[in-house]
């Protein structure tokens, strides 16, 4: 069974504070993706990766930098976080162009 | 740009009653079509895919057909249980690894 895990499941911070989301696969997939949920939006794309050192932009990336480090290891880096991103993000992984994509159970972030 | 869009944000429905979520879309090319599942607390599943026109995708009693001359993946259950109650996505992927979804449909079933 695919396995795609997060962490923290949950996190408040303050405006201009520095949070880091960590998501990691072990579904062996190249391809990696950050989305956030936000009511009235669905899901949106914010960064992903085909592999370890490789970032892609996504839909929505202004304010987020993202980060892979292997190929299980995925990061999103909120550096100056605002009100604005208070959202529940999303971690997914996909081995093909037209496979699934497996997600993970979310991280929902507060910034007060 | 590639788009999907779901016209009902919420759908009420009874214990066996007939489901359709509506879902359109618009790209270049032929893109592969996706249904995803969110239960309450968790991430999205796949439900099934379609990638060629009048292709019909199925799981779960779920199914969807995809139309290219109508640009449509609608999908249809004939006789819904509660435990369909969920948020459903259609998404669409075109030309490389990302994926486009919709906005959701949220489907509430009561017993």
């Known amino acids: 069974e695919a396995a795609v895990t997060q962490s923290p499941r949950n996190k408040v911070t303050v405006t201009g504070g520095n949070v880091t989301l960590s998501c990691r696969q072990t579904?062996?997939?190249?391809?990696m993706y950050w989305y956030r949920q936000d009511t009235g939006h669905g899901l949106r794309l914010i960064h992903y990766?085909?592999?370890?050192?490789?970032?892609q932009i996504g839909d929505v990336p202004d304010g987020y930098k993202a980060t892979r480090t292997t190929q299980e290891d995925f990061f999103l880096l909120l550096e100056l976080a605002s009100p604005s991103q208070t959202s529940l993000y999303f971690c997914?992984?996909?081995?093909?162009?037209?496979?699934?994509?497996?997600f993970g159970p979310g991280t929902r972030l507060t910034v007060l | 740009g590639d788009s999907v869009t779901q016209t009902e944000g919420q759908v009420a429905l009874s214990e066996e009653d007939f489901l359709t979520i509506h879902c359109n879309y618009s790209?270049?090319?032929?893109?592969?079509l996706f249904w995803y599942v969110q239960y309450p607390g968790e991430g999205p599943q796949f439900l099934f895919r379609?990638?060629?026109?009048?292709e019909k995708g199925s799981s779960r009693g779920f199914e969807a057909t995809y139309d290219k001359g109508t640009t449509s993946f609608h999908l249809r259950k004939a006789s819904v249980q509660e435990s369909d109650s969920a948020v459903y996505y259609c998404?669409?992927?075109?030309?490389?690894?990302?994926?486009?979804f919709g906005t959701g449909t949220s489907l509430l079933v009561d017993p």
């Open positions: 990766s085909y592999g370890a050192g490789n970032l």
């Open positions: 579904n062996s997939h190249n391809y």
């Open positions: 998404a669409l992927g075109n030309m490389g690894y990302k994926l486009t």
């Open positions: 379609a990638s060629r026109d009048k």
């Open positions: 790209a270049s090319g032929y893109p592969a």
């Open positions: 997914a992984s996909r081995g093909g162009q037209y496979a699934e994509q497996f």
